[in-house]
């Protein structure tokens, strides 16, 4: 009694395909679809942003930078003993 067999869910497709008919469950299958591939399309835009935005972030300060720069004040970092 605890497992469907291979049987039971063959009457209910056939009762399902009945109910509903091939048309309408076609549509309802090319409806999944799309929003499948609209939510795939909008993880990888989603992942795009954030690769952008990172690369819009405030990038390391270089000598090259700090030579041209006039304001720039260069001090050595040291370890308290």
Do not use: C, Y
């Not at 497992?3 to 395909?17: A, E, G, K, R, T």
């Not at 091939?22 to 549509?27: E, G, H, S």
């Not at 399309?41 to 990038?59: F, H, L, N, V």
């Amino acid at each position: 009694m605890g497992s469907f067999s291979i049987w039971h869910w063959l009457i209910v497709l056939v009762i399902v395909v009945l109910v509903f008919g091939t048309k309408k469950l076609k549509n309802i299958g090319a409806d999944l679809g799309g929003a499948v591939k609209g939510f795939k399309d909008g993880i990888k835009d989603g992942g795009a942003a954030s690769t952008e935005a990172t690369a819009a972030a405030p990038q390391q300060v270089t000598a090259a930078q700090t030579a041209a720069d006039p304001n720039t004040v260069d001090v050595q970092a040291t370890r308290k003993s």
